[in-house]
């Protein structure tokens, strides 16, 4: 069983749509939760990180954190054609102190003009 | 200012070389990383150090040696690489080994083995 499953894609919205990526996770221990976005050929851009259940805004971003149904969520309001880039969903496993990420395979997302 | 800077931009090698990436953060970070990614993949983590000592090693073969020279500072070195090895690789760094602090990416180094 893959540790940290997205829907690889591609997720097609228009331009000034809402998109809503997902992400599932299997260690029951983890505790801190990444968004990165990687355009082609660039490297991972952290856009979004969340520790407690509910919901953390910032600017057009907000993410949505679900413990107990061990679920992530990024939602892009207002989505521009700026925004086409891989989405990954990266989380922390848990039982030892160093920080190592494990990642999502990433959702590829296009904005449609 | 998070940046974190990464040289080469690109390298091509011989399977017979030796060459070294570098990659260095003036954030304060004490822990640094090393990541390849294949296109269409996901980063796959292959060293960490925390406080310039060495905590993981993910089972990287011995033709990838890594470094901390200090704690603004890693290396990899490469030496008879194959191939396969060809892929970008990532730095991070991130402010501490703790499973809460993000950790924050170099542009990487397009790493061809010819």
């Known amino acids: 069983q893959k540790e940290v499953e997205q829907n690889s894609g591609p997720l097609s919205v228009p331009e000034g749509a809402i998109a809503s990526l997902n992400c599932t996770y299997s260690d029951r221990g983890s505790q801190s939760f990444f968004w990165y976005r990687q355009y082609s050929g660039k490297s991972p851009e952290l856009i979004m990180f969340i520790y407690s259940n509910g919901d953390k805004e910032d600017g057009r971003f907000t993410a949505q954190l679900n413990k107990a149904s061990q679920y992530v969520s990024l939602l892009i309001r207002d989505s521009q054609p700026s925004d086409s880039a891989t989405y990954l969903c990266?989380?922390?496993?848990?039982?030892?102190?160093?920080?190592?990420?494990?990642f999502g395979t990433g959702t590829l997302l296009a904005v449609q003009p | 200012d998070t940046e974190v800077t990464q040289t080469p931009k690109h390298l091509v090698m011989g399977m017979t070389n030796k060459k070294s990436l570098k990659c260095e953060q003036h954030?304060?970070?004490?822990?640094m990383y090393w990541y390849k990614q294949k296109a269409k993949k996901p980063p796959e983590l292959m060293f960490v150090?925390?406080?310039?000592?060495?905590?993981i090693n993910e089972s990287v073969p011995s033709r990838f040696s890594p470094e901390c020279p200090n704690s603004s500072l890693l290396n990899l070195h490469l030496h008879a690489l194959q191939p396969e090895d060809s892929a970008l690789y990532l730095c991070?760094?991130?402010?501490?080994?703790?499973?809460?602090?993000?950790?924050?990416f170099g542009p990487g180094t397009r790493l061809t083995v010819t």
């Open positions: 991070a760094s991130s402010q501490g080994r703790a499973t809460v602090y993000e950790q924050y």
């Open positions: 990266a989380v922390n496993i848990s039982g030892g102190a160093t920080n190592k990420l494990i």
């Open positions: 150090y925390s406080y310039e000592k060495l905590s």
């Open positions: 954030m304060g970070h004490r822990a």
